[in-house]
């Protein structure tokens, strides 16, 4: 799908800002960086394979070892325009975003980024979603990554470092390998949508399932065509607080983090008048590794699940998400549910994906997949991360939005942070920053309904009585020897 749903309008890449405080890092610069990144770059041989397609699309490709790589095709420097804030860094990032990777070579990029308002600097960083799923992409940054300024050389993982592309096939075995998978691909098809309407069938002779039966996602006025540009924000919520409501509502952090969206859309829309009587409904990434399955690639597949934006109750919101989400996890891990859209389109050669696409009105595609908007959470690592000596503050994912879904909102969990990438179409969703401050809201509606404060009001308190005690100086010694003075 990711290779073949590629069009004009369409990129299969996903991409994360990376914001950098150089404050402790003095010599950190682009040559610095570009050494670094080479040396990280040497060890992952993923990073040096690029696509060997069959001619007309007519079966998948191949990855080949791409004997011409050179470094400066993939990193390169460019640099905000004043005042170098936000708005600024959103504008460059979504520009580079736009534009198709170059199927010739490998298929990712990363820009250093200069000109921040703040002196410090940020990277941004594009693969094409075809080498890996969110869980490869963690492992990814994993090993381009340290979690200390100044970390001793390490080894690189043997399923990283020991992988191997395949030799470029000769044409006759490419058209015979395709002729047998076309040959195969009816056969494969057909127990594909047999397995798919059986547990249908079940599901309308149970009674567990009623309320799924029933769902219906409407159309939104972000669920139409798309354009060719991409729009981007991003912000962050404390970890904590969303373990806070997690752990009071007994529930997971995926939901939490629906929920906390499902707030913020609700809100947005109301505002606009455009808040649809029922229930916005998004597509959940399902993954389908085996335990310690760590490799680079895909095995993924989707699920759709209400937001509850037709509930005004947060807390009944929340429930009502976690009781669908529960539901389908367990249907596709057990295969009750047959196969998802996602599997069947595994099924397809390319032409034929890129065909389909073609032919749906982006109207339909909303209700076909049953989802409005992607919501994506991945899991990082919750020690501090850094690259070449310069302290790494936040990560913002930009992923992929289709035709029918103009918005898509990924979050990425980090030292203590989950920081929110929302992927746009400009043109459907205005004044998106709307939905960033949305999120804050509807963490603070839910976090209300716990009793408890805010991990990040917690910490403010704390660093203005550390500034006041700092400021008063001797004053404050005084003060508290007094005590002792009484007591004694």
């Not at 806070?244 to 007994?250: A, L, M, Q, Y």
């Not at 179409?425 to 004044?431: G, Q």
């Amino acid at each position: 799908m990711f290779i073949g749903g590629e069009m004009s309008n369409v990129y299969q890449h996903t991409g994360g800002l990376l914001l950098l405080d150089t404050s402790d890092c003095s010599d950190f610069c682009f040559e610095k960086y570009r050494q670094y990144a080479a040396e990280r770059i040497a060890d992952i041989p993923q990073f040096h394979w690029r696509l060997h397609e069959v001619p007309f699309g007519l079966d998948l490709p191949y990855w080949v070892e791409d004997e011409n790589f050179d470094l400066d095709h993939h990193i390169r420097r460019i640099a905000l325009p004043s005042p170098g804030d936000r708005n600024a860094l959103v504008e460059v990032v979504s520009y580079l975003y736009s534009k198709h990777l170059d199927r010739s070579r490998p298929l990712w990029e990363i820009w250093f980024i200069e000109g921040l308002a703040d002196g410090h600097y940020a990277l941004f960083q594009k693969q094409h979603h075809c080498m890996m799923d969110g869980e490869g992409a963690t492992r990814l940054i994993e090993t381009l990554l340290d979690h200390e300024p100044d970390p001793p050389p390490r080894e690189v993982d043997h399923s990283i470092a020991d992988a191997r592309p395949g030799d470029k096939p000769e044409l006759w075995r490419q058209s015979l390998n395709a002729a047998w998978h076309l040959y195969r691909m009816p056969i494969k098809t057909s127990r594909g949508l047999y397995d798919t309407l059986r547990a249908s069938i079940g599901k309308r002779l149970g009674s567990q399932s009623q309320k799924s039966e029933k769902a219906t996602t409407p159309v939104t006025s972000f669920n139409t065509q798309i354009g060719s540009e991409r729009g981007f924000v991003f912000g962050s919520l404390p970890l904590a607080d969303i373990k806070v409501i997690k752990n009071h509502f007994d529930v997971t952090v995926n939901e939490v983090v629906l929920a906390v969206v499902s707030g913020s859309l609700r809100n947005y829309l109301l505002g606009r008048d455009e808040l649809p009587p029922e229930s916005l409904r998004t597509s959940i990434a399902v993954s389908l590794r085996e335990e310690g399955d760590d490799a680079f690639s895909n095995k993924v597949t989707t699920r759709s699940v209400t937001l509850g934006t037709a509930i005004a109750d947060p807390a009944e919101r929340l429930r009502t998400i976690t009781e669908e989400a529960e539901r389908v996890k367990e249907e596709a891990h057990g295969g009750g549910g047959g196969m998802g859209q996602l599997e069947m389109l595994q099924l397809l050669p390319p032409v034929l994906v890129k065909a389909l696409m073609a032919v749906t009105p982006a109207d339909q595609i909303a209700k076909m997949a049953g989802a409005n908007v992607i919501v994506s959470n991945v899991r990082g690592s919750d020690k501090p991360s850094y690259i070449a000596g310069a302290r790494v503050t936040g990560m913002y994912p930009m992923s992929v939005i289709m035709p029918g879904g103009g918005i898509n909102i990924t979050c990425f969990s980090s030292a203590g942070n989950v920081d929110f990438g929302i992927t746009i179409e400009p043109d459907l969703v205005p004044e998106p920053w709307q939905v960033i401050d949305g999120l804050h809201s509807s963490l603070s509606e839910l976090l209300a309904l716990t009793g408890k404060k805010s991990a990040r009001r917690k910490k403010a308190n704390t660093r203005s009585k550390t500034t006041a005690r700092q400021k008063k100086g001797p004053a404050t010694k005084s003060k508290a020897r007094q005590p002792k003075q009484r007591r004694s």
